[in-house]
């Protein structure tokens, strides 16, 4: 198979990452934390099953290296390592993985580098990614892209590098993600972008030395020692925190000229603050002189270093296009240096999510005679009364959705149709204020994003969800049960949390909730082991729908740290992949009438034996508005949100 990894670029934050480790020493230093993205420019390679361990790489001047052989022995991998040089990186992670998977022999040939050597864009990391990503996926490791990156940098400090954690933030491939640095512990996080960001790299062809930056930097812990030190954990503690939260909400609203106030801002405590304890090398006069220029300022918005700082990169934010053309045009036509552009573009993995609606919400008999259940109303956070399912889709949208298709019965769209479309009744329209009316248009805005598919006999839940297999295109899509309301009880709505664990570990994901034994017979129920430290992310090892509490005890049970036994079903929303729908197919065309129901459960089941998959435990509450005890919840608490700081509730009369 063919792989590509790109080079990643810190764009605020650098040396956060081993400057936050040294929390479990002083308990005074801030946590790091670190804005990383993935660029276009990276590694091209073909992977294949060997009887040994080979590998070579071309290389940025277009010539191509012998191949490096190895038996398949952890000893000489581990002996390679330690010798350092760049083919250290690949046998220290190819070492790691022979350690501690059962895997064989790889044959690694990138025939293609476009990522520039020792520029602070990590080409070390992500070589290191793309070979535990070569033997994950050629021997079937069901590896999430969290533990690629985790199997990068163990096999990278076998090295004599002593890389931090943010540079295998390339195994994320070009999304931005925060990442928080505590001690040993390391929470990742994508950022969703509001609008295009437009930036502009830069080689600027000068020197730095980035061991002797970092050896006098960690000379300033865990421990101050003088007025320097006090200032570099300043810089890179409680001053870096303050910049990366602002940016992150800048990013989130597409604010390209706050972020590029913020990159100055970042830049000149750089200077005032750490460049004092290393001045050979951080001043960096090219740098500054480059930064200086009236023309580049007159393009861009903002300007800093980037890696370790000093005279190596530049990268630079612009208003627009037009202005990172003109800039990329100026650098290296003008100054004579390697520019290069890169957007960060305000898309999501997930575009799409299904909305099953066909049922025919009997358990709400008699008001759901004359009420389609998806139109129940409910006091949303806003205090606006609307249908639950508008109170769904506007999360949705919130949360990156940009298309929605509902499942419904033929006879049902005119339903529809009333909600989204405009008001014809012109005296009830004159009664709305100034602000409903805006509301009103706003709806119809929704309704455009909106595809209805029909399925025209009830045959279950897979049933309603393979009828979208057409609208899904081969993309992975959000699933949510239209009866079903989700509120959150972080400052990640449900949706963005389900989303955020999906991309990091790129296969089937379905959210988590925790429920007691006895209820889970009305559920389907899922079992497995959990992969990280806030045991929120679970590897799933079975599912099953709907299982006794006796079977449940028997077979379902995950077991914490002291033994106890916790139970767990879906939160009511997935993403699926792909291969979901092809086991639906199977399904739909082997069903016999009278066989029963089509079940997602089944073909999630299949995907997982096949492909793995993963759950997330949400934070979060569910409300289950398809019976009646779960509507009633629902209209008590729904509406209403606690500020965990205060206890006090708002949002609710």
């Known amino acids: 198979?063919?792989?590509?990894?790109?080079?990643?670029?810190?764009?605020?934050?650098?040396?956060?990452?081993?400057?936050?480790?040294?929390?479990?020493?002083?308990?005074r230093i801030e946590p790091g934390a670190a804005i990383v993205t993935g660029i276009d420019l990276g590694i091209y390679a073909h992977v294949e099953k060997c009887d040994k361990f080979r590998f070579r790489t071309a290389l940025n001047d277009g010539s191509i290296t012998d191949w490096l052989e190895f038996p398949l022995s952890i000893k000489e991998l581990r002996a390679e390592a330690r010798r350092g040089g760049f083919n250290s990186y690949i046998a220290g992670v190819a070492a790691y993985m022979m350690e501690y998977y059962d895997v064989g022999g790889v044959a690694i040939d990138c025939y293609k580098v476009t990522l520039p050597i020792k520029k602070g864009l990590s080409s070390s990391a992500a070589i290191c990614v793309l070979v535990a990503r070569a033997f994950n996926l050629l021997y079937n490791l069901q590896i999430s892209v969290r533990g690629e990156m985790e199997a990068a940098y163990r096999g990278e400090i076998l090295t004599p590098s002593r890389c931090g954690r943010l540079d295998q933030a390339c195994a994320y491939g070009e999304k931005p993600v925060l990442m928080k640095f505590d001690g040993d512990n390391l929470e990742v996080e994508q950022i969703s972008v509001g609008k295009d960001l437009f930036w502009v790299l830069c080689d600027i062809h000068g020197k730095k030395d980035t061991l002797k930056i970092l050896a006098s930097l960690n000379a300033c812990y865990p421990f101050a020692q003088d007025e320097i030190s006090e200032n570099v954990q300043r810089a890179l503690g409680k001053e870096n925190s303050?910049?990366?939260?602002?940016?992150?909400?800048?990013?989130?609203?597409?604010?390209?000229?706050?972020?590029?106030?913020?990159?100055?801002?970042?830049?000149?405590?750089?200077?005032?603050?750490?460049?004092?304890?290393?001045?050979?090398?951080?001043?960096?006069?090219k740098l500054h002189k480059i930064m200086d220029d009236p023309a580049v300022k007159n393009f861009s918005l903002g300007r800093k270093g980037v890696g370790s700082q000093g005279d190596g990169m530049l990268q630079m934010i612009c208003k627009d296009r037009e202005s990172q053309e003109k800039l990329v045009a100026y650098l290296n036509c003008k100054l004579g240096l390697e520019a290069y552009?890169?957007?960060?573009?305000?898309?999501?993995?997930?575009?799409?999510?299904?909305?099953?609606?066909?049922?025919?919400?009997?358990?709400?008999?008699?008001?759901?005679?004359?009420?389609n259940k998806a139109f129940f109303p409910i006091v949303d956070y806003d205090g606006v009364a609307k249908p639950v399912l508008l109170a769904i889709i506007e999360e949705l949208i919130q949360s990156g959705i940009e298309e929605i298709a509902?499942?419904?019965?033929?006879?049902?769209?005119?339903?529809?149709?009333?909600?989204?479309?405009?008001?014809?009744?012109?005296?009830?329209?004159?009664?709305?204020?100034?602000?409903?009316?805006?509301?009103?248009a706003a709806i119809q805005q929704i309704g455009m994003k909106i595809t209805y598919i029909y399925q025209e006999e009830q045959l279950g839940l897979g049933h309603a969800v393979y009828q979208a297999h057409d609208f899904a295109g081969g993309e992975a899509v959000l699933l949510l049960l239209g009866d079903h309301l989700y509120h959150s009880n972080s400052g990640s709505s449900c949706t963005d949390q389900v989303i955020c664990s999906f991309e990091q570990c790129g296969q089937l994901t379905v959210s988590l909730d925790e429920i007691d034994i006895n209820r889970v017979s009305s559920y389907g129920c899922l079992t497995g082991q959990f992969v990280d430290s806030e045991q929120r992310i679970m590897?799933?090892?079975?599912?099953?729908?709907?299982?006794?509490?006796?079977?449940?005890?028997?077979?379902?049970?995950?077991?914490?740290?002291?033994?106890?036994?916790?139970y767990y079903s879906v939160f009511g929303q997935y993403v699926l992949t792909p291969a979901v729908f092809s086991a639906l197919r199977k399904k739909v065309l082997a069903y016999r009438e009278g066989s029963g129901e089509i079940e997602l459960t089944d073909a999630m089941e299949e995907v997982r034996s096949a492909e793995g998959?993963?759950?997330?435990?949400?934070?979060?509450?569910?409300?289950?508005?398809?019976?009646?005890?779960?509507y009633?919840?629902?209209?008590?608490?729904?509406?209403?949100?606690?500020?965990?700081?205060?206890?006090?509730?708002?949002?609710?009369e």
């Open 1 to 27: 198979m063919d792989l590509f990894v790109s080079g990643r670029l810190c764009l605020f934050g650098e040396h956060s990452d081993w400057a936050g480790y040294y929390t479990r020493i002083n308990s």
């Open 242 to 285: 303050r910049i990366i939260k602002e940016t992150v909400l800048a990013m989130k609203q597409g604010n390209a000229e706050r972020i590029g106030q913020l990159m100055t801002e970042a830049q000149d405590t750089f200077d005032r603050l750490v460049s004092p304890a290393c001045p050979s090398e951080l001043l960096s006069p």
């Open 341 to 371: 552009p890169f957007c960060i573009r305000a898309r999501h993995s997930v575009r799409k999510a299904v909305i099953p609606l066909a049922g025919f919400g009997t358990r709400l008999f008699p008001a759901s005679k004359v009420v």
């Open 406 to 440: 509902i499942i419904i019965q033929p006879d049902q769209q005119e339903e529809f149709d009333r909600l989204f479309s405009n008001i014809t009744d012109a005296h009830y329209y004159q009664k709305l204020s100034e602000e409903k009316r805006e509301y009103n």
């Open 539 to 566: 590897r799933v090892e079975a599912i099953v729908e709907k299982p006794s509490p006796e079977f449940a005890e028997q077979n379902l049970a995950v077991k914490d740290e002291k033994g106890r036994k916790h």
């Open 613 to 630: 998959m993963y759950g997330y435990v949400v934070d979060g509450t569910r409300y289950d508005v398809g019976i009646p005890e779960g």
């Open 632 to 652: 009633k919840k629902a209209v008590t608490n729904y509406g209403s949100r606690v500020d965990k700081s205060t206890g006090a509730s708002y949002g609710k």
